[in-house]
């Protein structure tokens, strides 16, 4: 069947099927409970299927409330395929997928909480403006052994679920918000535009009614371990919160570098640039280093990564970058010389 057919068969030969399979999903049933499902490849087929519109959606600025949302709650969709399923505006919480695939699947604005997804491969999978890596107490779910293949994950959001043995594959990551997501053995290929990484979440939901402390977020420290940029392009990545990129790999083609003494290096920095910087030059690579050392969320830092594009943005600043970032893998040789 083609990619059409898969989508019109929920409203024509399969609508018994789609309205039972909306049961179970309700009542958190097992997949092989639903009567006429059948599996395509070994997996359950779910191909097109598409849930219930939300009741209503609306335009607040930038945030897009959703009323009335289709929810999943306690389901295990296991050795499924979802391939051109539409789950827009969907709510999931304490969920479990495993061993699927999402080829082309559309899951924006979705809002997914303490649930954990395993041996899953999402291909040109659009999760554009979703959350789904939201806390419940300590449980802020998992992405193990995953795969994102060219999906659109812009301005996606995070707190601190475990992403372990994952790649990322050519996404767009622009704007995406990893939070305090606790990264271990995970590579990068392609281009991260502006994605946040911290120590520990920021934005997880810490409080019962607002009365008291469930959870404290510096408890779930991320330790960034074996994370391979090597095949990446960093471009105005942000790294705070106490987070330590020292077992990074950095991208082979020496665009950003790892500053690990940060102030004795950015005290040099600012020595070398008041003698022998001058003008515009030396007024913005002065305000360069405030912006990126002395920010609250930087101090205490055990070091940071720092890429060649960041500094380059903006009309007229391709100079001004590399000689910023020359001048800062000199001042760093000569940091560790003379500790040495």
Known sequence: MDKKSLITRWDTT???IRNELIRAIRGAGLLDQVSGLKKTDGRWDLRGFKVPAPARTE?????????????????VIDNSDLSYADLSFTTWRDCKIGNSIFVEAKLKDVFMAASDIVNTEFINTDFKD????????????????VTFNECNLSNVGFCFPK?????????????????????????????????????????????????????????FFNEMYGVDFSEASLSGISFTNHIDLSRCILPRDGSAI????????????????????SGEYKRIGLEYIDSIY??????????????IDTLSQGTGMEKFGQDFFNLLKNVKNESVNHNG
């Open 14 to 16: 399969d609508v018994e």
């Open 163 to 219: 992403i372990e043995g994952t790649n990322f594959k050519n996404c767009d990551l622009k704007d995406t918000d990893f939070d305090g997501s606790r990264f271990a053995n995970c590579k990068f290929t392609g281009l991260l535009d502006s994605t946040f990484f911290r120590g520990y979440s920021k934005d997880a939901h810490t409080s019962f009614l607002w009365v008291f402390n469930r959870v404290r977020p510096r408890n």
């Open 294 to 307: 002395y920010n609250k969320d930087r101090q205490d830092q055990p070091n940071d990564i720092i890429d």
């Open 59 to 75: 335009n607040i600025r930038s945030y897009l409330k959703v009323e009335g949302a289709f929810a999943f709650t306690g389901m």
């Open 130 to 145: 979703s959350f789904i890596g939201q806390n419940v107490g300590k449980n802020s779910g998992s992405f193990i052994n």
């Open 258 to 277: 790892l500053v690990t003494d940060l102030k004795n290096t950015y005290d040099l920095m600012k020595i070398r640039i008041n003698n022998e910087w």
